[in-house]
């Protein structure tokens, strides 16, 4: 009996102790987690585990189903008035359209902003059926400077001067590689109207399709340029046309030089004088 029982007692130890299969590491690299080590060199559990999937975006930190970067929300008009008081550099991602009750784009005076369209589009959405008051695209003000390429303005439609660009007197505007177009105004400059003492360059830009419109005061379908100066290299001034006089360009006064241009197809209709250029 007690040889039986001293058997049993050596036994009991081996069948308690068997051995328990051991569970399978999770590689480090491979797939979707990396195992980050502690201090001590050992690997946390898998709750401390972090993904490597490199698809969220730059700018939100999100990513979509397919992993793509969520971009960034559009500029709209009221961003892009907010940009222009700050002033400084803007480049637009997107084109950029008014809504029914916003109001032309200011550049305040004593600002500088350098608004680089990037091939894309300010529309103010206006016509000669439903034009407004201050209905024009933007406005320089007095003692403001904008420096804008690469891009077009269109949509102006104003009852008064300037339907696309209205720059005050003592302001600078300089355009590079801008298209004016399908703007309209009531009275003077359908696409641009230049103040008295405003400055003007103009490079490889085109003033295309404005007017003016109402009765026999509009001069300067395409621009209008009261004096200070103006020059205009390797630009197109055509398919304008104004009710008065100058139907691509009025002339008032002042230094106005032009170079490389070509103006083409433009109408003064009442008075029929200077359909392309009037001085």
Not at 68 to 81: C, K
Not at 218 to 231: I, N
Request: proline content about 4%; aromatic content about 4%; overall charge negative.
């Amino acid at each position: 009996m007690l040889l039986l029982l001293a058997m049993l007692l050596t036994l009991l130890p081996t069948a308690a102790l068997a051995e328990e299969p051991e569970e399978e590491p999770v590689p480090a690299g491979d797939g979707v987690y990396d195992p980050i080590e502690d201090g001590d060199g050992t690997t946390p559990p898998p709750s401390a585990f972090r993904e490597t999937a490199d698809d969220t975006s730059p700018c939100t930190g999100e990513a979509d189903e397919d992993g793509e970067p969520v971009p960034e929300g559009e500029m709209t008009w009221t961003d892009l008035q907010a940009a222009l008081n700050e002033g400084g550099e803007i480049v637009l991602s997107n084109d950029v359209a008014a809504g029914a009750d916003d109001s032309a784009l200011v550049v305040p005076a004593g600002v500088t902003a350098t608004l680089d369209l990037n091939g894309h589009t300010l529309d103010r959405g206006l016509s000669a059926d439903n034009m407004k008051e201050e209905g024009n695209v933007i406005s320089v003000s007095s003692g403001a400077v904008l420096l804008m390429s690469g891009g077009t303005v269109t949509g102006g439609g104003n009852n008064g001067s300037g339907g696309g660009i209205c720059v005050d007197a003592g302001a600078v505007l300089e355009l590079t590689n801008v298209t004016v177009s399908g703007n309209t105004c009531t009275d003077h400059g359908g696409g641009i109207y230049l103040a008295a003492d405003a400055q003007c360059s103009a490079v490889s830009s085109s003033i295309d399709g404005n007017r003016t419109t109402v009765g026999e005061n509009g001069s300067g379908g395409g621009v209008y340029f009261a004096g200070g100066t103006l020059h205009m290299t390797d630009c197109s001034v055509s398919d304008n046309r104004s009710q008065n006089l100058g139907g691509g360009l009025y002339v008032g006064a002042g230094s106005a030089l032009l170079s490389g241009c070509e103006i083409d197809r433009n109408d003064a209709y009442a008075n029929a004088c200077g359909g392309g250029v009037f001085l």
